[in-house]
Nanobody, 119 residues
Framework: QVQLVESGGGLVQAGGSLRLSCAASGITFSVYAMGWYRQAPGKQREPVASITSGGTTNYAPSVKGRFTISRDNAKNMVVLQMNSLKPDDTAVYYC?????????????WGQGTQVTVSS
C-alpha cells in the first residue's frame, strides 16, 4: 500500500517560513521523481517544485528563490522549505510521486496539508 503523508503546514505571517515534509512508503522512493503542488480556493492545482531521482530541481517562477525542495532517499522523504512567504502562497499543498518508463506511468498523491499566510 502506497502512502504519501505530508506534514508541516500551518498558519504563518507574511515573510515567515514553513517546512513541509512528505514521508513516502510502499514505493521504491529513490527511483521516483517527487514534487509539490498546491491548490488555492477556486483555482486549479499547480506545480510548485519538483526533484528528479537524480536530484535535479525545478521551480515555478512564483516561488523561485524563496522555496527549496530536497530529498533524502535514506529516509524516503522529500522536504519543501518555504521562506519569505506571501499571502498568495496560501493553498493546500500536495506531495506527488511520479515514475514514467516509456508508456508506463505510476503516480501517487498525498492527502494535502494546509498552508495559510496572513498579511
Amino acid at each position: 500500500q502506497v502512502q504519501l503523508v505530508e506534514s508541516g503546514g500551518g498558519l504563518v505571517q507574511a515573510g515567515g517560513s514553513l517546512r513541509l515534509s512528505c514521508a513516502a512508503s510502499g514505493i521504491t522512493f529513490s527511483v521516483y521523481a517527487m514534487g509539490w503542488y498546491r491548490q488555492a480556493p477556486g483555482k486549479q492545482r499547480e506545480p510548485v517544485a519538483s526533484i528528479t531521482s537524480g536530484g535535479t530541481t525545478n521551480y515555478a517562477p512564483s516561488v523561485k528563490g524563496r522555496f527549496t525542495i530536497s530529498r533524502d532517499n535514506a529516509k524516503n522523504m522529500v522536504v519543501l522549505q518555504m521562506n519569505s512567504l506571501k499571502p498568495d502562497d496560501t493553498a493546500v499543498y500536495y506531495c506527488n510521486a511520479l515514475l514514467t518508463m516509456g508508456s508506463l506511468k505510476s503516480e501517487y498523491w498525498g492527502q494535502g496539508t494546509q498552508v495559510t499566510v496572513s498579511s
